[in-house]
């Protein structure tokens, strides 16, 4: 079994997601429901999640995420939020122990071994009824202006650290509901949904410095394996302050979400 790759780059970026990102999964929420974020990361959206019900717990194999979590749930004062280490594919829970299953950013990354695991152990620990709400990337969905050849050189490193074993997984996405169906759910709900980052020329200088942290964290490590050359980084570092510096610079990044019941 390939283990998701973590990195501090990714972890720091994770940090700036928040609430809108499980906006879509609220409605179907109440005060009473135990619910558990798979793949939680820094925890903000399991903060998020945890003001529409009675407790929340988010897992993730990452130490350095789950420190951050603690952190952010000790300062935020909830009681009814709290954090494990854990491996996705082998949880620390009873049978039917959650009645909401969280996943974001998660299913999209796995090969498909790991990804058969992960749902296995998702539908394990979700009662019977219970709500499971997934949302990940569509690369095939997003909408870039210009067309920077470094900037989609760098998309393209991306996806290379994540070893990708299925030819369809950059339209991972848009394949939810068919994915959860296979998996023994029965898809109640999609939709999708943009994160914006040239919402104004503040959110372009982000957007880049964003690319530019994770690029650089990344790189030393994706020379390091064969997966990119020193040439092809620095091209991509070009790329993206080349974006940056067009005043009609568009990225929408698109994520498709699904909620599925199990049965």
């Known amino acids: ?39 939680c990361g820094p925890g903000t959206i399991t903060a998020a999640l945890a003001e529409s019900v009675g407790t929340a717990i988010g897992v993730d194999i990452n130490p350095n995420a789950i420190a951050s979590a603690r952190q952010l749930a000790a300062h935020a004062g909830l009681t009814n939020l709290s954090f494990v280490e854990a491996d996705m594919t082998a949880l620390p829970f009873e049978d039917g122990a959650f009645d909401a299953i969280f996943c974001h950013a998660v299913l999209y990354h796995q090969s498909q071994a790991m990804l058969a695991k ?38 393209d490193l991306w996806q ?17 509901s068919a994915v959860l169906r296979a998996h023994s759910f029965t898809p109640v709900w999609a939709g999708a949904s943009y994160v914006n980052h040239s919402a104004d020329a503040a959110s372009r200088t982000e957007a880049v410095a964003d690319a530019r942290q994770s690029l650089l964290g990344l790189g030393p490590q994706l020379v390091g394996k064969s997966l990119a050359t020193a040439d092809e980084i620095e091209t991509a570092l070009a790329g993206w302050d080349a974006w940056g510096c ?18």
């Open 118 to 155: 992960t749902l296995a152990e998702a539908r394990r620990v979700l009662r019977p009824g219970g709500l499971l709400g997934t949302r990940d990337a569509d690369v095939g969905g997003n909408i870039l202006h210009p067309e920077v050849d470094g900037v989609r050189l760098a998309l």
């Open 246 to 263: 067009d005043p009609d610079a568009v990225y929408f990044r698109c994520r498709c979400e699904c909620i599925a019941r199990k049965p």
């Open 1 to 39: 079994m390939r283990d998701i790759r973590h990195d501090g780059a990714i972890t720091a970026f994770q940090q700036k997601r928040g609430g809108d990102a499980a906006a879509f999964f609220v409605p179907f929420l109440s005060p009473g429901m135990r619910l558990l974020d798979i793949g």
């Open 160 to 176: 290379r650290w994540y070893e990708h074993d299925d030819p369809e997984a950059l339209r991972f996405g848009r394949r939810q």
